[in-house]
């Protein structure tokens, strides 16, 4: 798993800025047309990565720049107090803007990123447009920066914000203790750590100088007078790390807006990420009027926007069945889908139309499948690592429900949209519906305390989303019956899984997404066939691999046994190996109806797959994703409880595949019978919304 995951979107242009022998490295987002927004560093104990939630939805919209500031990610790091004042830093902004070709810019400042911007633009007064400071940190403003210096050249006691501290073996316990006050916010675990990760990657040699050259520098207080652009101050009015005095005490000085934001801390930019974009995008606008363009009709079919999770097909296929039989109880009803790949290899096929805005969607499958390994997905940490993703996307899908009107939206574990509305219910405009297979974030054996903690803190935050706001969702639809809900507890501590479950959900039965046949279907007489699928991402190869391996043995023991080997539609089946035994497909878009005419088939250890094999009553194997926590106790629990299937790990599968192929392709089935009107009755729950 990498440290850093790659971002939404990548930069057009990178490079350095040359001032005075210092290099400041840089980022263009280019939008030909649009105002230039600069995202201002802030103190250099993280780099312009803290930006993360806001570049990719900015630059859908503006022109956008980052950098580094000096002493900190790609930039250089020049010793001595003297080369960090705010003059120094910024005159750097304005290096920048000369070293992209920006004649002039909106800035975005975090924190210590104020001053600069303050100093540059009153300097500077043609190069900028306008300014956002976000918890604006000159103390000097209200008073306070004597006070600091102190506690900072303290010799003994004091806090750990202290220079000798750092120096001198307590820099871990510095950036710690740091960053939990500045998310200070429940449930910022991840913030709190990218945070900490990034600080590492300094010396605390640089931020002792970082700091004195900020301590040295003079008030702003005249500058801020000076200012002919628009200000717009954000501050927290719970921030640990600058109290919002000295927000409001800016925007008295400059004449701007104040917004104090409820609840919020030092780094509301990346724990309420969607109201400061929302805000910053609504002040460049100001600043930068252009036309706005919203479809308004006054009569109109009633309208519905479906979000199916690009994890897998599974859904897509389940969705589709869904949204049929929607149709068939509002025969008017026009559905748009906003969705992406894999999705799409399954909607467009059947006629469905995907909205426009899908093109702007980030990819969830292709970052998930940087962070597998051999058979192997921790899916809990890549789904934290999705987080400027989520953010990304629930961006593209509030700017569809700004430009257009939808009665309905129904969101398949579209775990960014559920959610942010709960964080932003101000944004709810329509009758919202999410379905969920699985409930309840678990930990891995191998995970120890940490990961106990973690997933009980995700828990506990939903849990409290739901109870404060129940009004966000109109319908919560459990796709299954209540003994499929685990019965573990949330954490320690914490409610019992399925007894939350029933209290908080409808239940609507499986949805196979198919019409199971009422009697085994054959293709080759002659032949016994065994299908061989990991569903719609391209986590599955090393699965693919291991099966091929096995197909000489497994032929012997089986005599006329074939296989059909289906890579789906992100693996490409040229990269693996040939065997006469051996058909390689890619995307099978009727792969139920092969699954149903198998003789036994060898999966993944999805939901989907191996419920529709159930259905169809087919022998399978089943081999769950390490440190997939999902397929290896919510979907396993669900087919033991249906007598289906057999689970092998994957070091059993090295040696014991083609035995167990063998004992099981003749095994008549008894599993327990799978409802065929779950897709009806999971439509008659969401027409009730229309």
């Not at 000159?138 to 920066?145: E, K, N, Y």
């Amino acid at each position: 798993m990498n440290a850093e995951p790659r971002p939404v979107r990548e930069a057009d242009r990178t490079g350095f800025a040359d001032r005075a022998g210092v290099r400041l490295a840089f980022r263009v987002y280019e939008n030909p047309g649009k105002p230039t927004v600069l995202l201002v560093p802030t103190w250099s104990i993280v780099p312009s990565r803290f930006w993360k939630a806001q570049v990719s939805f900015l630059a859908r919209h503006f022109r956008v720049v980052t950098f580094d500031g000096r002493g900190s990610g790609d930039s250089d790091r020049p010793a001595g107090w003297a080369s960090y004042v705010d003059d120094e830093c910024a005159e750097d902004v304005i290096a920048v803007l000369d070293a992209t070709d920006t004649p002039q810019a909106v800035l975005v400042a975090l924190s210590r990123g104020d001053a600069w911007s303050v100093l540059a633009a009153a300097r500077h007064p043609g190069r900028v447009t306008g300014i956002v400071a976000i918890g604006p940190a000159s103390g000097s403003l209200i008073g306070v920066q004597e006070q600091e210096r102190e506690a900072w050249e303290a010799t003994e006691g004091g806090t750990p914000y202290n220079r000798h501290h750092w120096l001198n073996g307590g820099y871990d316990q510095f950036t710690e203790w740091f960053f939990a006050r500045m998310f200070a916010e429940p449930h910022s675990t991840k913030q709190i750590e990218d945070a900490v990760r990034w600080a590492h990657e300094i010396d605390p040699v640089v931020l002792v100088d970082t700091t004195a050259g900020r301590l040295a520098s003079k008030s702003i207080e005249d500058e801020c007078g000076r200012l002919t652009c628009p200000v717009l101050v954000i501050h927290g009015a719970d921030d640990q790390i600058r109290p919002h005095a000295i927000g409001a005490r800016l925007a008295e000085l400059t004449g701007g807006d104040l917004v104090l934001i409820d609840g919020a801390g030092h780094g509301v930019h990346a724990r309420d990420p969607v109201r400061i974009n929302l805000l910053i995008k609504d002040f460049v606008d100001r600043v930068h009027p252009a036309p706005r363009r919203i479809r308004t009709s006054r009569s109109r079919p009633p309208r519905a926007l479906y979000l199916s999770s690009p994890i897998g097909l599974g859904h897509a296929r389940r969705d589709l069945a869904i949204a049929r039989e929607l149709r068939d109880l509002h025969p008017r009803l026009e559905i748009d889908w906003l969705a992406q790949h894999p999705v799409t290899e399954v909607l467009v096929p059947a006629g469905e139309r995907v909205h426009p805005a899908s093109a702007w969607l980030a990819g969830e499958s292709a970052h998930v499948e940087e962070d597998a390994g051999e058979h192997d997905l921790h899916v809990f940490e890549a789904f934290r690592r999705l987080d400027a993703v989520l953010v990304h996307n629930f961006m593209v899908f509030n700017e569809v429900l700004e430009a257009e009107r939808y009665d309905l939206v129904i969101g398949d574990e579209a775990w960014d949209v559920d959610y942010f509305l709960h964080e932003n219910p101000e944004l709810k405009r329509f009758a919202f519906a999410w379905l969920t297979d699985f409930v309840g974030w678990l930990p891995m054996p191998d995970g120890g305390a940490r990961e106990q903690r973690l997933t009980a803190d995700y828990n506990l935050d939903m849990i409290e989303q739901r109870a404060r706001l129940r009004r966000v969702r109109d319908r919560s639809v459990f796709v299954g019956n209540p003994d499929d809900v685990i019965s573990l507890p949330f954490g320690e501590g914490l409610p019992a899984i399925r007894e939350w479950t029933e209290q908080n959900f409808d239940f609507c039965g499986y949805v196979t997404g198919f019409e199971p046949p009422s009697e085994p279907l054959r293709l080759r007489a002659d032949e016994k066939l065994c299908v061989v699928t990991v569903g719609g991402s391209g986590v599955g190869e090393s699965l693919l691999r291991r099966v091929l391996d096995a197909v000489p043995e497994a032929v012997k023991r089986v005599p006329g046994l074939r296989f059909l080997v289906v890579t789906g539609p992100r693996i490409d089946p040229a990269v693996l190996p040939f065997h006469p035994a051996v058909e390689v497909r890619g995307f099978v878009p009727d792969l139920p109806r092969y699954l149903a005419a198998c003789d036994i088939a060898v999966v993944q250890g999805g939901l989907t797959t191996c419920m529709e094999l159930t259905a169809a009553r087919r022998p399978f194997i089943y081999v769950p994703l390490r440190h997939h926590f999902e397929q290896n106790f919510h979907v396993r629990h669900r087919l033991e409880r249906y007598g289906a299937g057999r689970c092998m790990s994957y070091e059993e599968v090295a040696d014991g595949l083609a035995a167990a192929i063998a004992e099981e392709i003749g095994r008549e089935t008894t599993y327990r019978e799978v409802e065929r009107d779950g897709a009806a009755r999971a439509a008659a729950l969401l027409a009730e919304l229309l």
